[in-house]
């Protein structure tokens, strides 16, 4: 149970306990700021509960327990104080709403139907020329249809060559893919995404595990903690993403995460 505020007798919200226990430590939001690498503006709204102010409820519970792991407050009072305010306050944004009602008896214009029969025609032309063209293309090699390893950046079979004698030798193909994983050694927000979307945007716990897809395309991560992920390639240990001094935005992929393993090649010695 939450404590009274000393004055009213109401129940103190989270944002009073962390502000509390910030102002006995003599610390400024400034400082909490630096030492999470949450905006100010966003801890501002946590100690005032003002959460519309934040991009979701998700964001309002890291924010806030990240506060009180930097204060040495209970982080499992405030986030239960959180909840029950989130819970209680808490209101998704209302839709934006037509600046004008639709008639349903009102059918579209007759320019706006003009307008689409234009454009149909002109899809139909170029198409029919496109296809009409290619019926006399019989001399020209067509070209290579895709493939499920192709559109996934996969690396292409080996492909034989040709060796004395007559012999075929194949050739191996570089090495590329593999599984990364991420693991948290302690508790640490991240954002996991690629060229089709968020594929995470949480808070992994300590020990918690998460392997990057293969299928991922060109998967980066966003976190301000790089310093607390181990990054594995095929079940070896690569070197860290970062270090705690600032946030990161880099690739995760096998072949990301495999450059940042080899060292770059020393120059030779002139003469």
């Known amino acids: 149970m939450m404590d009274g505020d000393g004055t009213t007798g109401t129940p103190r919200t989270a944002g009073m306990m962390l502000r509390s226990a910030r102002e006995g430590q003599g610390l400024t939001l400034s400082d909490i700021a630096q030492r999470t690498r949450i905006p100010l503006r966003h801890l501002e709204a946590v100690e005032d509960s003002k ?6 409820t998700t964001y309002a519970m890291g924010f806030g327990r990240a506060y009180a792991r930097a204060i040495g407050v209970d982080e499992t009072e405030v986030a239960r104080a959180l909840r029950a305010e989130l819970a209680a306050n808490y209101q998704r944004p209302e839709p934006l709403q037509d600046l004008e009602p639709i008639d349903a008896r009102r059918g579209p214009s007759g320019g706006l139907v ?3 029969a234009a454009i149909a025609i002109v899809v139909l032309l170029v198409v029919g020329v496109f296809f009409g063209t290619s019926l006399f293309r019989e001399d ?3 070209a290579p249809a895709a493939t ?4 996934l950046g996969m690396l292409p079979a080996a492909t034989p060559t040709a060796a004395p004698g007559g012999a075929t030798v194949p050739v191996a193909a570089p090495a590329s893919g593999g599984q990364v994983t991420l693991t948290a050694t302690g508790p640490v927000w991240v954002r996991i995404f690629d060229d089709t979307g ?5 808070e992994m ?3 918690e595990r998460y392997d990057v897809p293969e299928t991922a395309r060109n998967p980066q991560i ?13 079940g070896s240990n690569v070197p860290p993403l970062g270090t705690a001094e600032r946030a990161i935005t880099v690739g995760i992929s096998a072949d990301a995460i495999r450059s940042r393993a080899t060292p770059a090649p020393t120059p030779s010695p002139a003469g």
């Open 51 to 56: 959460f519309q102010a934040l991009p979701s």
């Open 114 to 116: 003009a307008a689409a």
């Open 140 to 142: 020209e090699p067509a």
């Open 148 to 151: 499920v390893a192709g559109d």
């Open 222 to 234: 966003r976190t301000g903690r790089p310093d607390l992920l181990t990054v594995t390639l095929n």
């Open 198 to 202: 968020t594929l995470v945007n949480k």
């Open 205 to 207: 716990a300590a020990n």
